[in-house]
């Protein structure tokens, strides 16, 4: 993951391409804040992978609220700005699963945890991101995995 970002920076210096350059060092300086917070807590490698996926997914979530507020507050550019970063970051996450992939992949979860309250998402949440890290919406995941607790 990290040679992806790594070599995507060096594209975007070579192709000049100021948006993506700018947003790839965003990307940058996120994980070496992350990794610095971990070399404090003993892991002198840094971050895994599915962090990295899960920081993306951070960055991603504000650039759309950010782009939603812009939109309210008739910024329709700075939203658009926003949209274009969303665009770059995504390029660095797996392909996302679809609504009905979702669901199914909730649909097992519940069954391997044994899950049948609401008492037990933490249990269900926790199985998501170890086994889909990076490739599903976990806010939305939360609200179809605590329905269907509901409706067990």
């Given at each position: 993951?990290?040679?992806?970002?790594?070599?995507?920076?060096?594209?975007?210096?070579?192709?000049k391409?100021?948006?993506?350059?700018?947003?790839?060092?965003?990307?940058?300086?996120?994980?070496?804040?992350?990794?610095?917070?971990?070399?404090?807590?003993?892991?002198?490698?840094?971050?895994?992978?599915?962090?990295?996926?899960?920081?993306?997914?951070?960055m991603?979530?504000?650039r759309?609220?950010?782009?939603?507020?812009?939109?309210?507050?008739?910024?329709?550019?700075?939203?658009?700005?926003?949209?274009?970063?969303?665009?770059?970051?995504?390029?660095?996450?797996?392909?996302?699963?679809?609504?009905?992939?979702?669901?199914?992949?909730?649909?097992?979860?519940?069954?391997?945890?044994?899950?049948?309250?609401?008492?037990?998402?933490?249990?269900?949440?926790?199985?998501?991101?170890?086994?889909?890290?990076?490739?599903?919406?976990?806010?939305?995941?939360?609200?179809?995995v605590?329905?269907?607790?509901?409706?067990?």
């Open positions: 993951m990290r040679d992806r970002i790594s070599q995507a920076m060096k594209e975007a210096l070579k192709s391409d100021q948006k993506a350059l700018a947003t790839i060092r965003l990307i940058s300086a996120a994980l070496k804040d992350r990794d610095i917070a971990a070399r404090s807590q003993d892991n002198a490698d840094g971050i895994s992978d599915d962090e990295i996926l899960s920081l993306l997914q951070t991603i979530k504000q759309a609220e950010s782009a939603k507020l812009y939109v309210e507050g008739n910024r329709p550019e700075l939203a658009e700005a926003e949209q274009q970063e969303i665009t770059i970051i995504q390029q660095f996450l797996p392909e996302q699963l679809d609504e009905a992939a979702v669901e199914a992949a909730i649909k097992t979860a519940l069954d391997e945890t044994g899950s049948s309250s609401v008492k037990d998402m933490g249990k269900v949440m926790n199985y998501l991101k170890t086994h889909f890290a990076g490739q599903m919406d976990f806010s939305m995941a939360s609200q179809l605590k329905k269907a607790l509901l409706e067990s």
